[in-house]
């Protein structure tokens, strides 16, 4: 992967664009985009979250996820939903790259800010468009049902800890996210904040992951290319030698949906190449029963992550 950045530092994105093939030139898009960036800030997740994550596709309202990682596993029980009329009804468990892109913006604002409580109103939306996610029609619509899908789950890590099994259970927010779209009048109906819940606000200030915010934007549409990328971003900088990891880990780690390994294969060697597309320091092999990570450079310069901590 590190050829595609190098064609772009030797011939600028639209000379490398000339002179690859047409399944490679959204990798050049993404690589040139991250390259290009100046600002250098950052997002933060969980550690929890680049070794489990939520499912790329919807659920049946009634159906819990399961996902294990590397000595952690995470449950996530559906919740219930009350709407404006009174009315009560179960809401599935939250999906798809707009809630993976929500939980980002909830977890970056509380560490840079130090303060459980996050601004969603101008401040989100601000946000949602730097990240090129609209702000009207189909797009908010979906960003307003995750929004409701992650207030109302309920999820638990399960972690190896002491020679045993510790739970802990979690809801993301303490009260419900409510989103006002730019051309609402009724603000009375909608809140400015938003709360973490205590337990999930200290467990993320324990264990923050800086991840790179352009490359959030470049991948911000691909759930599995975000997965990847956050994992990425997790592990390679705190390798101490080259460390492989089979097609059958990577298939239980990120693989929900694909009942076989040549299945989930075929679509997870895409999703890495976006993701390493994005994370230019990112060494990582494909090797005949899966892939070798390297020790690499983390994804955000830090001097930057110095600034909040």
């Not at 995750?146 to 800890?161: E, K, V």
């Not at 009048?185 to 200290?202: A, M, P």
């Not at 290319?225 to 990891?245: E, G, Q």
Request: some cysteine; aromatic content about 8%; glycine content about 8%.
């Amino acid at each position: 992967m590190g050829s595609i950045h190098r064609l772009i530092e030797t011939h600028g994105r639209d000379g490398a664009l000339a002179l690859v093939s047409d399944e490679e030139r959204p990798l050049i898009d993404i690589a040139a985009a991250v390259q290009a960036a100046e600002n250098g800030k950052l997002g933060i997740t969980y550690a929890g979250f680049c070794q489990t994550a939520l499912p790329h596709r919807q659920l049946p309202d009634d159906q819990h996820w399961e996902r294990p990682g590397h000595k952690v596993k995470l449950v996530i029980q559906p919740g219930v939903i009350e709407d404006r009329n009174g009315v009560t009804r179960r809401i599935g468990v939250p999906y798809g790259s707009r809630a993976r892109m929500i939980l980002l913006y909830l977890q970056t604002r509380a560490i840079q800010t130090g303060n459980p409580e996050v601004e969603l109103g101008g401040s989100m939306h601000d946000w949602l468009k730097r990240m090129d996610i609209p702000i009207c029609g189909k797009a908010y619509r979906d960003v307003e049902d995750q929004a409701a899908r992650l207030s109302a789950c309920h999820l638990t890590f399960f972690t190896d800890a002491d020679g045993g099994r510790r739970q802990s259970k979690e809801s993301i927010v303490a009260d419900a996210i409510q989103l006002r779209r730019p051309d609402d009048r009724q603000g009375t109906l909608f809140t400015e904040t938003v709360r973490l819940s205590d337990s999930f606000f200290k467990a993320l200030r324990e264990h923050p992951v800086p991840v790179a915010e352009e490359a959030l934007k470049a991948i911000s549409g691909k759930s599995m290319a975000l997965d990847v990328y956050i994992w990425l971003a997790y592990r390679l900088h705190s390798l101490d030698k080259p460390t492989p990891i089979t097609w059958a880990a990577l298939h239980g780690q990120f693989g929900a949906g694909y009942a076989l390994v040549r299945q989930f294969k075929t679509k997870f060697i895409p999703n890495l190449k976006y993701a390493m597309a994005a994370y230019p320091d990112a060494r990582v092999e494909e090797a005949g029963e899966g892939l070798i990570l390297h020790p690499s450079r983390p994804p955000i310069n830090e001097r930057v992550v110095a600034r909040i901590a």
